[in-house]
C-alpha cells in the first residue's frame, strides 16, 4: 500500500490550504485515514483523523480551523485548512491502517512521504 500527499504549499497567515492523500495498491479495506505533522525540532503529532464511518478527532490546536473528509470509493482523505496561523508550519503526513486484499487480511499500517505547509507572518 502506498500513499501519495499533495497540496502543501506556502501561504499567508490566515490563508487556507487543502491537502490531498490518496492510497493505492492491493487494499481490502481502510479504517482510519489521518493527518499527522512535524515541525522542526518536534515530534510528529496528530492533527486530525477518521474513519471509514465519519468518525473524526482532532487536535485541539486545530479544531475550528481544520477539516477532514474522505472518499471512501476513491481511497482518499483531504485535509481543508483555514484560517492558517504561522504555527502551523510543518511537514504534513497522511497515514492509512487498514487490511490488504488477499487470503489472509493482513493490516497495514502506511505513511505518505510528507507535503510541506509554511505559513508565513
Known amino acids: 500500500v502506498q500513499l501519495q500527499a499533495s497540496g502543501g504549499g506556502l501561504v499567508q497567515a490566515g490563508g487556507s490550504l487543502r491537502l490531498s492523500c490518496a492510497a493505492s495498491?492491493?487494499?481490502?479495506?481502510?479504517?482510519?485515514m489521518g493527518w499527522y505533522r512535524q515541525a522542526p525540532g518536534k515530534q510528529r503529532e496528530l492533527a486530525a483523523t477518521?474513519?471509514?464511518?465519519?468518525?473524526?478527532n482532532y487536535a485541539d490546536s486545530v479544531k475550528g480551523r481544520f477539516t477532514i473528509s474522505r472518499d471512501n470509493v476513491k481511497n482518499m482523505v483531504y485535509l481543508q485548512m483555514n484560517s492558517l496561523k504561522p504555527e502551523d508550519t510543518a511537514v504534513y503526513y497522511c497515514?492509512?491502517?487498514?487490511?490488504?486484499?488477499?487470503?489472509?487480511?493482513?493490516?497495514?499500517?502506511?505513511w505518505g512521504q510528507g507535503t510541506q505547509v509554511t505559513v508565513s507572518s
Open positions: 497515514n492509512a491502517q487498514g487490511t490488504i486484499a488477499g487470503i489472509i487480511r493482513i493490516p497495514f499500517d502506511t
Open positions: 477518521i474513519t471509514s464511518g465519519g468518525r473524526t
Open positions: 495498491g492491493s487494499i481490502f479495506s481502510i479504517t482510519v
